[in-house]
């Protein structure tokens, strides 16, 4: 009998659903091995998970990968409450917007997770070469805990084998019982991204040994369960059905999203979807009753909420997907083990799907770890920074619980009108708004801000000392960004070219870090001369622009040097500049692309970005962001030993 083939990889990645597809979109921007299995046959195609939140966006749009998404899905633009008259009836009581003006360039967009999926699976493929090994399930997993600080060592083992061609979710196809036609076909190619490893054959075994591994394989996670490992918390009696349909309805807001309150026969949250479709979330029970969900059916279901919608009409005659949860937040006590096991997404905390957040913030999860992997990996990065993922994420996930809590309270109100801790107007009413207005930047992702730790500076670093009326005080440099926080994104225009573009467009995640000089106004001689004396230090040989690089590699190839100074355009040229800010190359030439300009852009206005941020238009100040764009750092132009102290404790000298 032929001995089990043994292969190496830098990172295996156990669930190829959306979090396991942003960690290996994070792998793809580094020089490492990786490999992504999966044990279902296909993606995605119906169902699952359908919103993304502005922050979402953004990160899709850092990879490239926005555009599709954004012009396919539908816009969120508008939230409507309905909740019972004095008689009983529903009535629009709330016509609110779903985000608040100017926290994103970006809006929620409501869209199928297959697309999600898809989008991913192209563009690992193109971009890396990397394709999903389908049809793979882990048997076994073993630890070496002798080997963890060694950093060149594979301490994981882990046994798969090829399995038969089955999907983990039974299709359903065709017409039921009742006459509804159940799951059509959607027009994604089944084979999109699917591999079997090295040509194997079903029933194959191979050893894979692994430096990582990241466990992004569902609730059920067959690698939180080997590490001994289970989800904490309560789980409810609420039952709730949900539908993807084509609505047949006289209801006016169907294609608003609205949350639905009955008098006395429970709720609805309806999300429009692409392709005509509507997500329809139904309660069908309330606490402590007792529910055969075995009994649920798309008929059932419907049947549920005609009563809510009484007494517009509601239909269907086809149903893409449909399934059956009950409300609980729960949560693993551990993200890692060793800082070699990681877990994320549903694999680490579950809740219900009304907040529209599961694949967002599972997604968020590997987008903070993955660069982090990557670094380390590579050999950019120390070890250490991987501590973080655990603290970062596992608040998040706990601020996330809860809200959900929140949001199931508001839900079920309709059934209990006593109910605590629920935002009312001055009518009774549920007030929608009121508990909008409370959320709407961890709703949008916008608001996740990580704490003071190894990744982002003492919030005291980032103010100024002045003297005021004979006193001391401290001015912050950048009031308006947070240390912690993801760089809110304003429009400048690059210097050359006079081409508007947002901060956020210019921060790819490539795996980059950057050191952002807000200039200041470039005519003053003092300011001039000290952001020429700032481009001296920084082009030393020992700067931190050179000593984290690699032999052979770019200047900006860890560390990209930016600036955006206050204006006007035409006040500076490039070349006036320090050559550091505007490298040289001897085929490319100048680089254009990094010096940029906070101007009136002819054709779109003026963004005003200093005043945005909260920086002195005069003098400015330094920003360090991380590669998933969160501000790690804020400086005065002078502070460089700070921030070579900030940058020692996380990168790997190279020369």
Known sequence: MAPTPVSHTDLLIVGAGPSGLMAAAWAAQYEISTRIVDKNDAPVTKGRADGLQARTL??????????????????????????????????????????????SRFSQVCINQGVIEHTFLDFLKVSAGLEVERCVEPETLFLDHSLLNEADSYPITVQVRNVQNSKSFPAMNGANKSG????????????NGISRPHGAETGELEIIKAKYLVGCDGAHSWTRRQLGLSLEGEQSNHIWGVMDIIPLTNFPDIRQA??????????????????????????????????????????????????????????????????????????????????????????????????????????????????????????????????????????????????DREIARFYTRAQNPASASVDTAADGQLDFKAMRDRMFEFLAGVGITYSPGILVSNPSNGARAEKDAGEHTARPLAANIKLGARLPSFKVLNQAEARPVHMGEILKSDGRWRLIVFAGDLRDT??????????????????????????????????????????????????????????????????????????????????????????????????????????????????????????????????
């Open 58 to 103: 953004e990160i899709f749009d850092s990879f490239g990968l926005a555009d599709q998404v954004w012009k396919k899905g539908f816009h969120d633009i508008e939230i409507c409450t309905w909740s019972p008259d004095g008689t009983g009836r529903i009535q629009r009581s709330q016509r609110v917007l779903s985000q608040k003006v100017g926290i």
């Open 180 to 191: 509804v036609h159940v799951n059509g076909d959607r027009g994604y190619e089944e084979n």
């Open 258 to 403: 609205c949350t639905i309150h009955s008098a006395g026969c429970g709720s609805i949250l309806n999300v429009p979807r692409e392709d005509r479709l509507n997500r329809l979330y139904i309660q069908l029970s309330g606490e402590g009753s007792n529910f055969d969900r075995s009994q649920v059916t798309p008929r059932s279901i419907l049947e549920a909420a005609k009563k809510i919608m009484h007494p517009y009409t509601f239909d269907f005659k086809y149903c893409d997907w449909w399934s059956v949860y009950q409300i609980g937040q729960r949560i693993c006590p551990k993200f890692s083990i060793g800082n070699r096991i990681f877990l994320a997404g549903d694999a680490v905390h579950t809740h219900s799907p009304k907040l529209g957040q599961g694949m967002n913030v599972s997604m968020q999860d590997t987008y903070n770890l993955g660069w982090k992997l990557g670094a380390v990996a590579s050999g950019s990065a120390k070890p250490d920074i991987l501590e973080t993922y655990h603290v970062e994420r596992r608040q998040i996930a706990l601020d996330l619980l809860s809200a």
């Open 526 to 655: 003092t300011q001039f001369q000290r952001v020429q004396a700032l481009g001296t230090r920084l082009a030393a040989p020992r700067s931190i622009l050179r000593k984290y690089t690699p032999p052979g590699k770019p200047i900006d190839a860890v560390i990209e040097l930016l600036t955006v100074h206050s204006g006007p355009r035409e006040a500076v040229t490039l070349l006036d500049l320090h050559e550091i800010y505007h490298p040289w190359d001897e085929e490319r030439g100048w680089d254009y692309w990094k010096v940029f300009v906070d101007d009136v852009a002819h054709h779109e206005g003026f963004d005003d970005a200093y005043g945005r941020y909260g920086i002195d238009r005069r003098e400015g100040c330094l920003v360090v962001c991380r590669p998933d764009q969160h501000v790690g750092y804020i400086g005065q132009l002078e502070d460089v030993e700070a921030v070579e102290g900030y940058f020692a404790g996380i990168l790997v000298p190279r020369v």
